[in-house]
């Protein structure tokens, strides 16, 4: 099921919302990440730097044939041979990644699911110990000039409170501001296999 809210409006206007290596500078993706996911990849805004930056395989999964399309083609006129695309529906089937296989998962502008544990949960599943989630969302602000309508747009407390439920621990420095119009947080998932 495809989540609320999620369509993408032009390529070239989401484009303009982000500047993706300030944001994976800020969200301490370094070179020596090994397997990387990001839970919805759309155009591969983030996808594509992303692979550009780690050694490892960066599983891009959407429910979209377009957007699966849009990225592996970006992937491709880019020479990157660590993008390994995955069309799938990851509420109803999880992503298929094994489980503790990933150091690094995205879940990026897509909170505001209707069952976000649900994802961080598959986030849990997959990372392995001691791996990280970052998130990143709109800002709680109405006048952010897209973004999910403010009844279902979580506050960064909510995003915290469900990672913390899901069994992951907030990283220093917190809340990260990501301007103009978003915010992060990176998190760890304990050494241990068990949920705390
Ligand atoms: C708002 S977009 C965010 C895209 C990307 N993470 C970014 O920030 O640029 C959400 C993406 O998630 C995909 N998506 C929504 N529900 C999904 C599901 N159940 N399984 C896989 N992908 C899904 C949508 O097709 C869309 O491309």
Not at 10 to 33: C, R, S, Y
Not at 56 to 82: C, P, S
Not at 139 to 164: F, H, K, L, V
Request: proline share 7%; charged share 20%; net charge negative.
């Amino acid at each position: 099921m495809k989540t609320r809210e999620s369509g993408m409006p032009e390529e070239e206007m989401w484009a303009e919302f982000f500047n993706p290596e300030t944001i994976f500078a800020k969200l301490g993706l370094t070179p020596d990440t090994g397997g990387l996911v990001e839970f919805g990849c759309g155009y591969g805004t983030f996808t594509i730097p992303a692979a550009r930056i780690v050694v490892g395989t960066v599983y891009a999964i959407d429910i979209e044939a377009d957007m699966i399309v849009a990225t592996a083609n970006k992937a491709q006129q880019a020479g990157l041979d660590n993008v390994q695309t995955l069309l799938c529906d990851f509420v109803k089937e999880g992503t298929g990644l094994d489980d503790g296989s990933i150091d690094y998962a995205m879940l990026f502008n897509i909170l505001h699911a209707e069952s976000p544990g649900g994802l961080l949960d598959e986030a849990y599943r997959i990372l392995a110990p001691n791996a990280r989630l970052a998130v990143i969302h709109w800002n709680y602000d109405a006048s952010t000039p897209r973004g999910p309508s403010m009844g279902i747009r979580p506050r960064p407390e909510q995003c915290r409170e469900w990672a913390e439920t899901a069994g992951f621990y907030l990283l220093a420095p917190g809340l990260i501001d990501l301007p103009p119009y978003h915010y992060g947080m990176l998190f760890k998932r304990p050494m241990t296999m068990e949920r705390l």
